[in-house]
C-alpha cells in the first residue's frame, strides 16, 4: 500500500526553525517528483513547494522563497521541509504529496499523507 | 501565474439530484502538442486530507465511484457528480498543472445536503 506519514509539527516561536519529514512506503521513492502543500485554518490549498525524483530539481512559491525548503534522501524513502524564520502565516497543516506517474514535475497529485499542523506563535 | 476561479463557492443539492461545480482558469492549461488538459479535482471530506478524484481533466482515478465525472478544456472545466450521496459531502478542489510552479488551485466549493 503507498503511504505518505508527515512528522516534525507543532508549536513553534516567531523566527524559529523546523524541519518536517514526510516517509514513503509503498512505491519507489525516487521515481517520483514529490511535493508540499499546505492549508491554514479554515482556508484553501496552498502549494508550497516540489522536488524532482532524483532532488536535482526545486521549486519554491514566492511566499516561501528563502525561508522554506525542500529536499529529499532517496537512500531513506524520504521528503523534508526546512522551515526557517516562520511566521504567524506560516500556521497551518502541512501535507506531503505524491505526484503521478507520468514521471514529470507536471503531474496531479495522486497520493497525500495525513499531514502535520504547525503552529507558529508566541 | 495562472488564477483559477471556482463557481459557485458553496452549493447546496438534495440527495440523488446532479452537482455541477466549475473552474475556470485565467489562461489555457490544455497543451496543443499533447491534447492534455493538465487540471485535477481533489475531494476534501471534513477532518481528511485532500483525495485525487480526478487528473487530466477527464481521468477518474482507480475506486472513484463513477458518479463523478469531469470534462471542460482550455480555459472552462466541470465536475460533476450525477446522484449525490451523504458521503459527498465535502469540499472540492481544482488545480492546474500546466504551468509549475507556480501549480495553483481554486477557492474551493463546499458541497452540502440540502
Known amino acids: 500500500e503507498v503511504q505518505l506519514l508527515e512528522s516534525g509539527g507543532g508549536f513553534i516561536q516567531p523566527g524559529e526553525s523546523q524541519r518536517l519529514s514526510c516517509a514513503a512506503s509503498g512505491f519507489t521513492f525516487s521515481s517520483y517528483a514529490m511535493s508540499w502543500v499546505r492549508q491554514a485554518p479554515g482556508k484553501g490549498l496552498e502549494w508550497v513547494s516540489d522536488i524532482s525524483g532524483s532532488g536535482g530539481t526545486t521549486y519554491h512559491a514566492d511566499s516561501v522563497k528563502g525561508r522554506l525548503t525542500i529536499s529529499r534522501d532517496n537512500s531513506k524513502d524520504t521528503l523534508y521541509l526546512q522551515m526557517n524564520s516562520l511566521r504567524a502565516d506560516d500556521t497551518a497543516v502541512y501535507y506531503c504529496a505524491k505526484m503521478g506517474g507520468s514521471g514529470s514535475l507536471n503531474d496531479a497529485f495522486d497520493v497525500w499523507g495525513q499531514g502535520t499542523m504547525v503552529t507558529v506563535s508566541s | 501565474d495562472i488564477v483559477m476561479t471556482q463557481s459557485p463557492d458553496s452549493l447546496a443539492v438534495s440527495l440523488g439530484e446532479r452537482a455541477t461545480i466549475n473552474c475556470k482558469s485565467s489562461q489555457s492549461v490544455s497543451s496543443s502538442s499533447n491534447h492534455k488538459n493538465y487540471l485535477a479535482w481533489y475531494q476534501q471530506k471534513p477532518g481528511q486530507h485532500p483525495k485525487l478524484l480526478i487528473s487530466?481533466?477527464?481521468t477518474r482515478e482507480s475506486g472513484v465511484p463513477d458518479r463523478f465525472s469531469g470534462s471542460g478544456s482550455g480555459t472552462d472545466f466541470t465536475l460533476t457528480i450525477s446522484s449525490l450521496q451523504a458521503e459527498d459531502v465535502a469540499v472540492y478542489y481544482c488545480q492546474q498543472y500546466y504551468t509549475t510552479p507556480p501549480r495553483t488551485f481554486g477557492q474551493g466549493t463546499k458541497v452540502e445536503i440540502k
Open positions: 487530466w481533466a477527464s
